[in-house]
Structure formats: C-alpha cells, structure tokens
C-alpha cells in the first residue's frame, strides 16, 4: 500500500480488526520513511458493477461516491456513523448479489432513498430533491404531501 503522505512503496501493517460487522477489515499502517500513520479498509468485492446513467453513459461502480451523496444528504445530521455504514454496505452488498454486473443509477437512487428514509427523514427529502430533480417549491410540497399519505 502506497503512503499518502510520500508516496513510498513500503508501509507496514501494525494493527488489523474486522470492521463494519466483519464486512471489512480495518488496517492501521505506518510508514517506515517518513513516520506517517493511516489507516486502510479491505473490502470482498464480488463484482466489478458498472452503473448506467440516465444518458446511457456507463461508468463503473464507485462506493465512495456513494458514501459521499449520502453524507452530503446527512450533513449536519447527528445521524450514528456506524448506522450510515451498515445501510451504504447493505446497499452494496444488495447490488453485488444481484447477478447483475450492470445497475441503474436509478435502482441505486431508490435503494438510497429507502434506506434514507429509515434513517432520517430529512437527509430522505434533500436526497430526493436531487434524485428527483425537484425546480421548483412545489415539487418539495408534492414530495412532503406524498411523504405524510405513506405515513
């Protein structure tokens, strides 16, 4: 593993535990070159996901951009980290089992919102908001009306 710090080849491994409920294995490392300390996850991957978009365009599949829509949605939210983690692996783990190597960009919508909606309602709408594209108040209104029929 390459040191983000200096970029040396040679970083050594001083502390390895299962993470994220034994989905990942967390991997604290040090560098020998120039001290610095960081620390890795290791994650099974099944597939490689390619994520189809709207215009047809096709890219593959990128779990940190995941991770970073939703905590865009959570921003100053206190919202257990722990919580977020579990539902962006469920997620995952969802589409890697599905048999598919190719997903939507709105099946991942979808899961998101489903998964938002159970964690916080407000990271749910301003996801939504985005995911559905809203323009105008009304389109908030709409969602906020539909949000209280389900409920």
């Known amino acids: 593993m390459r040191c983000p710090y200096c970029q040396s080849e040679d970083t050594q491994v001083k502390d390895s535990r299962p993470a994220e409920d034994g989905a990942a294995i967390r991997r604290r490392r040090v560098c020998p070159d120039c001290g610095g300390r960081f620390t890795t996850f290791e994650r099974v991957q099944?597939?490689?996901?390619?994520?189809?978009?709207?215009s047809g365009r096709r890219t593959p599949f990128d779990r940190d951009k995941l991770d970073r829509s939703v905590?865009?949605?959570?921003?100053?939210?206190?919202?257990?980290?722990?919580?977020v983690e579990r539902m962006i692996s469920g997620i995952v783990r969802q589409l890697e089992s599905s048999g598919e190597s190719e997903v939507s960009s709105s099946t991942i919508g979808r899961?998101?919102?489903?998964?938002?909606?159970?964690?916080d309602e407000v990271a749910y709408v301003?996801?939504?908001?985005v995911y559905q594209?809203?323009?105008?108040?009304?389109d908030f209104e709409g969602f906020l009306r539909e949000m209280d029929r389900q409920d």
């Not at 905590?71 to 919202?79: C, D, S, V």
């Not at 899961?111 to 964690?119: D, H, P, R, S, T």
């Not at 301003?126 to 908001?129: E, I, L, V």
């Open 46 to 54: 099944l597939r490689d996901l390619v994520v189809t978009k709207k």
């Open 111 to 119: 899961l998101v919102m489903e998964g938002l909606k159970n964690i």
């Open 126 to 129: 301003r996801f939504a908001s």
């Open 71 to 83: 905590q865009t949605a959570l921003r100053k939210r206190q919202i257990d980290p722990q919580r």
């Open 133 to 138: 594209d809203f323009q105008k108040a009304e």
